[in-house]
């Protein structure tokens, strides 16, 4: 018994990673962002500038909001989608449903 729980908790794990994993998307630039979450909707990893009032236009504008800060990740410098200013980091942004 004790066998067939593992492998089920296993296979639910499994099962919500790759759900995880196909809803996953990453956005380079404004125009991208704003597609994916119009069309495909799901998580979106993009560079963000730290800042609360891009956050603020980003949600006012797509009702995407940060979910995440990734701490495991590795440091990744860019420009913010939004406002082009330098990013250390990508963030997680998605909608509430």
């Known amino acids: 018994v004790e066998h067939l ?3 089920i908790q296993q ?3 499994q099962k919500a990673l790759d759900f995880r994993d196909e809803n996953t998307h990453h956005a380079a630039n404004w125009e991208e962002f ?3 979450i119009e069309e495909k909707g799901g998580f979106i990893h993009a560079h963000w500038d730290g800042t609360e009032e891009t956050a603020d236009k980003i949600k ?3 009702k995407a909001t940060i979910r ?3 701490l495991d990740d590795d440091k990744e410098e860019g420009l913010c989608v939004y406002s082009g200013k330098p990013s250390a980091r990508r963030v997680i942004f998605a909608r509430a449903y």
């Open 60 to 62: 006012e504008e797509t």
């Open 11 to 13: 296979n639910l794990y």
């Open 5 to 7: 729980l593992n492998k």
């Open 68 to 70: 995440c800060i990734p």
């Open 34 to 36: 704003k597609n994916i």
